[in-house]
């Protein structure tokens, strides 16, 4: 479960980097590819692809929960776990090699919503 479990992750970043590079038509190929994985059983989850702030495909594929028939939705809560942690440390460092950031800064100095008992934080 975990390996489909990052596979899917790896897919859907993948699927993002695609549709950042080619644009609108790669939202018209991704739902097509993602319905047939659904249809196959190889995909249950929700898509995210935007350009420029502009989103360009918003879907659910699959259930939510098989047993009682309840389908995914754009607001379906994910139990991911652990698995943010490596995409969300790739992203930090990309953004810190574009110099956007540096991991040394305060994470308050990025994401104001950070209490203030953790100004500590980098």
Excluded: C
């Excluded at 319905?35 to 196959?40: D, F, G, L, M």
């Excluded at 249950?44 to 702030?53: E, F, I, Y």
């Excluded at 495909?57 to 939705?73: D, F, I, Q």
């Amino acid at each position: 479960m975990r390996t489909f479990i990052r596979l899917t992750a790896a897919f859907a970043l993948l699927l993002a980097a695609v549709a950042a590079a080619v644009g609108q038509d790669i939202a018209t190929r991704a739902d097509q590819y993602l319905s047939t994985w659904e249809k196959q059983g190889r995909f249950s989850g929700t898509v995210l692809l935007a350009k420029d702030g502009k989103v360009l495909l918003r879907k659910s594929y699959g259930m939510a929960n098989y047993e009682l028939g309840v389908p995914n939705t754009p607001e379906t809560v994910y139990r991911i776990g652990s698995i943010t942690k490596s995409f969300t440390a790739r992203a930090i460092l990309q953004l810190e090699e574009r110099g956007q950031l540096k991991v040394t800064d305060p994470a308050r100095k990025h994401v104001l919503e950070i209490p203030a008992a953790m100004k500590r934080a980098t």
